[in-house]
């Protein structure tokens, strides 16, 4: 289009012979393939099932292999955190987007603008659009790098707060029973007010960033027209090759304020995406052994050998504990809180396996068996 809008404006000025009405023409239906009914219409109905089918196999992946997971994991991530990371499914389908859709095709297009202006006004001209491009991607990766500490405090200060207002609405009953309603809502603005913190910061020094790249495009601005003048008033160049070189600097500037708010938004996304992943990388550490054969219940006999557990092998919770149950009969726990008395269920339904001695139903170690069935 650039290029075109050139050719319509030699032709007005009647440096070319070229008819304008048909120069015009042509730079209307480049518009019209370019406008949010053209190719960029195509381009969302074709990412479209795209966007749908990733957010929806993801979500559902991540939610399957959360409650695969062994109570380990249950008892050392909050909830808040777990479901807030589960949402990062957007996020991917964000990143893959922008890289697909926006990134790639902006380095195409400004490679051809480059090589298109160092034919058309001399290889100095292709030199100052490169020159600015390098400096420009070297301001940005240089300060993105450095707010990227900030943008995680941002991130983690969000997930804190979920977890404040999850945890507070949740046990609103116990909050209020126990009158902490005040206390809770402190603690909820001190949360807020670190989200706040953290985003002006953030904020402050992209916009930061944002300037010098803003300069950056303007020196390279007046350098390639100074040179496209001095070539116009030699007779090497003409008005609309001017336009031309003036309507491509828009183009290329789109790209690179684009590229400078990638950088943004790709570290916030990949800082989502990362917590994501650590669950999804995360393995259950109470499994099936392989070929193990379902549970045959005859009666459902209980019967403990020497059983002995400990979180961290370190701090022996149950030690050395025999007991045989016969079906039909109860047995009571007793002692103080902490004893170990509800990790007996946890250990019979296998949410943890034992560290010492064995559990047996009917026999059969629960180890050896199937472990849903």
């Keep these: 289009m650039p290029r075109q809008l050139g050719i319509v404006v030699d032709s007005l000025n009647k440096v070319s012979d070229k008819d304008p009405w048909a120069q015009v023409l042509i730079f209307a239906s480049l518009q019209l393939v370019d406008s949010s009914g053209g190719l960029d219409h195509i381009r969302a109905r074709l990412w479209l099932p795209v966007e749908v089918y990733s957010y929806q196999a993801l979500t559902t992946a991540s939610f399957s292999h959360v409650l695969n997971l062994s109570s380990d994991f249950r008892d050392e991530k909050s909830s808040s955190d777990t479901m807030t990371a589960m949402e990062a499914g957007d996020s991917l389908s964000n990143i893959l987007q922008s890289v697909c859709f926006h990134a790639v095709p902006m380095l195409i297009d400004m490679t051809v603008a480059s090589v298109y202006l160092s034919l058309t006004f001399g290889p100095y001209e292709g030199f100052i659009t490169v020159a600015t491009a390098v400096i420009f991607f070297h301001l940005a990766s240089r300060m993105i790098s450095a707010l990227k500490k900030i943008r995680r405090k941002e991130v983690g200060a969000w997930f804190d707060q979920h977890y404040v207002l999850q945890a507070s609405v949740q046990g609103r ?37 944002w300037a010098f790249q803003s300069l950056t495009l303007l020196c390279g601005l007046l350098a390639g ?45 990949l800082i989502s995406t990362r917590k994501l992943l650590e669950i999804m990388q995360t393995k259950p550490t109470v499994v099936s052994k392989g070929g193990a054969l379902p549970l045959q219940f005859k009666g459902g006999q209980v019967t403990f050998q020497g059983v002995g557990f400990s979180y961290d092998k370190t701090k022996e919770i149950l030690g050395d504990i025999s007991l045989d149950v016969a079906p039909g009969t109860a047995v009571a726990f007793v002692g103080l809180t902490g004893a170990g008395k509800s990790i007996v269920l946890k250990l019979i339904d296998r949410f943890y396996d034992v560290t010492e001695g064995s559990i047996r139903i009917d026999g059969q170690d629960i180890r050896d068996v199937e472990l849903a069935r």
């Design 173 to 209: 009953s116990t909050v209020a029973r126990f009158n902490q309603v005040g206390h809770e809502s402190d603690r909820y603005s001190a949360a807020v007010e670190k989200v706040v913190d953290t985003t002006l910061e953030s904020s402050i020094g992209y916009m930061t960033v």
């Design 225 to 269: 027209l100074f040179l496209a003048v001095y070539q116009i008033t030699n007779g090497r160049a003409s008005p609309g090759q001017f336009v031309m070189l003036v309507t491509y600097w828009g183009q290329l500037s789109g790209p690179l304020t684009f590229f400078s708010n990638l950088g943004e938004s790709l570290s916030r996304d």
